[in-house]
């Protein structure tokens, strides 16, 4: 590559302007906020890196599928489209379309789960979790232990400790094994990727107890690209290829195609057993829709199968695992904590090293979370103990184990400048480091506090 600067593989056709605000304006924003960023308002807000997840840009192609979307209830085009391209993509025979992510796993956990039963992970993002929780059954997680070594520069650290996975197999006993889902990339375990060898280690596993296997497959294109550049025997094959010999591995897959679809909705279930799939459309046609559109109008559904294709493209995935490196790798530089290597979709600052003298139940994360708005009005989100914490009987803070700021990259929406803004706010909030303060949590919902708590400075 002759130069570094790396440039976004696309012209800009149609602009959303920021709305810009003054550090004194964004002091009172976030007071009336609670300090809590989830209760801003958007136009508030001037990079909102709170998610990668529905804030996708689609392309001109998308939108003139969007024009194309055929509403029919029953037999779109749309549909036919949507399931051809699944189908070839993942090599699953039977294709259940849902409204987002959570739904087709609402659906498939719900209907393997229940009381009694186990599920594995690398790591369940919350939503998997919360579902199987939810129908009375276990969740465990068990990435390998790379993953626990920060510094470390191996590079799959999103794997799935393979061991653990026998012990605990024999442990429950294969019949109580709902499902053992592999998570690409480790969304919860610091956007780190799986590699194909740890996917074929898994399957060896389930193949010998006859246990289902599922991929959590929302960001696996991104995920392609770390097996190509960075697991042996992948150099020559494209991205696409490698994701197909991922899903040739497993039983089914669940997608939140809010990620790597590049759409704003839509998420799908895809199954290789015709039992469990005829289980799983009954509860589809109850809850989600008709099996032709399940929650899903023909627009998204067109806009998803053109997606599917756009985002396994070199430049985009060049663009976008280098961009998201970009931010990490500079700020680090400056000396910001960051989890390393650097994942797909974001980047995770660790906040209780950034701020070790703020203890766990003053909130380092939440702290630098308003940090980052006040300074540079740029929107985060907390994932330490705000989001994990629980109380012990006597009402004390057992806090997570680790103090986490996700900046999590909306696929092609920011450019380099943008990004550029963000690292300069960056020198600001290490400038401030020892005297930024923590927060109080002055009122709290029960369960999922971090969507609606209100906090109060120290
Ligand atoms: N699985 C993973 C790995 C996810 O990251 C998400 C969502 C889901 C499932 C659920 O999908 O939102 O379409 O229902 N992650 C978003 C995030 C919310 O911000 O990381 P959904």
């Not at 149609?14 to 809590?36: D, G, L």
């Not at 599922?214 to 490698?242: L, M, P, S, V, W």
């Not at 701020?355 to 740029?378: D, F, M, N, S, T």
Request: charged content about 20%; some cysteine.
């Amino acid at each position: 590559m002759p130069f570094k600067t790396i440039i976004e593989p696309f012209k800009i056709k149609s602009v959303e302007p920021i709305h810009m605000s003054t550090a004194a304006q964004r002091e009172n924003y976030i007071r009336e906020a609670h300090y809590n960023p989830f209760l801003l308002h958007s136009q508030q807000v001037i990079i909102d890196l709170l998610t990668d997840s529905g804030t996708s840009a689609m392309s001109s192609e998308q939108w003139a599928g969007i024009l194309r979307g055929d509403e029919s209830y029953a037999g779109a085009q749309s549909w036919e489209r949507l399931e051809a391209e699944i189908k070839d993509l993942t090599g699953y025979p039977h294709i259940l379309p849902t409204h987002q992510g959570r739904a087709a796993e609402r659906i498939l956990y719900g209907y393997l789960g229940g009381k009694g039963k186990v599920f594995i992970s690398n790591t369940h993002f919350d939503t998997t979790r919360a579902n199987i929780e939810f129908s009375g059954a276990e969740a465990y997680d068990i990435p390998c232990i790379e993953a626990s070594d920060h510094e470390s520069e191996f590079p799959f650290k999103g794997n799935m400790d393979i061991v653990k996975l026998e012990e605990l197999i024999k442990k429950y006993s294969a019949a109580n094994i709902g499902a053992v889902i592999l998570t690409v990339t480790n969304n919860t375990g610091g956007g780190q990727p799986v590699s194909m060898a740890n996917a074929k280690g898994v399957a060896e596993v389930c193949k010998k107890y006859g246990v289902l296997y599922i991929i959590d497959c929302c960001r696996i294109a991104e995920n392609a690209y770390f097996i190509r550049h960075h697991e042996q025997g992948f150099e020559q094959t494209g991205y696409r290829t490698i994701a197909q010999q991922m899903f040739s591995l497993a039983d089914g897959c669940v997608m939140s195609a809010k990620k790597d679809a590049l759409v704003n909705i839509g998420g799908f279930l895809a199954l290789r057993n015709e039992e469990l799939s005829t289980a799983c459309t009954n509860l589809l046609i109850i809850t989600e829709g008709f099996t032709t559109y399940g929650g899903l109008a023909g627009r998204d559904m067109e806009a998803i199968a053109i997606g599917l294709r756009e985002v396994f493209e070199d430049d985009y995935l060049n663009y976008r695992i280098r961009s998201t490196a970009y931010l990490g790798e500079h700020i680090r530089a400056k000396g910001i904590p960051v989890l390393y290597p650097i994942g797909g979709h974001a980047v995770y600052v660790d906040a209780g090293l950034l701020y070790p003298h703020i203890p766990a139940h003053e909130y380092p994360g939440q702290a630098l979370v308003c940090e980052l708005y006040k300074i540079g009005g740029i929107r985060a989100v907390e994932i330490g103990s705000v989001m994990f914490g629980k109380y012990d009987d006597n009402g004390k803070l057992i806090p997570a184990p680790m103090e986490l700021v996700r900046l999590a990259i909306p696929r092609r929406v920011y450019t380099q400048s943008h990004i550029d803004y963000v690292i300069e706010v960056f020198d600001d909030i290490y400038t401030n480091r020892k005297t930024t303060r923590g927060l109080r949590i002055v009122k709290e919902p029960k369960f999922l506090r971090h969507f609606t708590a209100h906090f109060e400075e120290l």
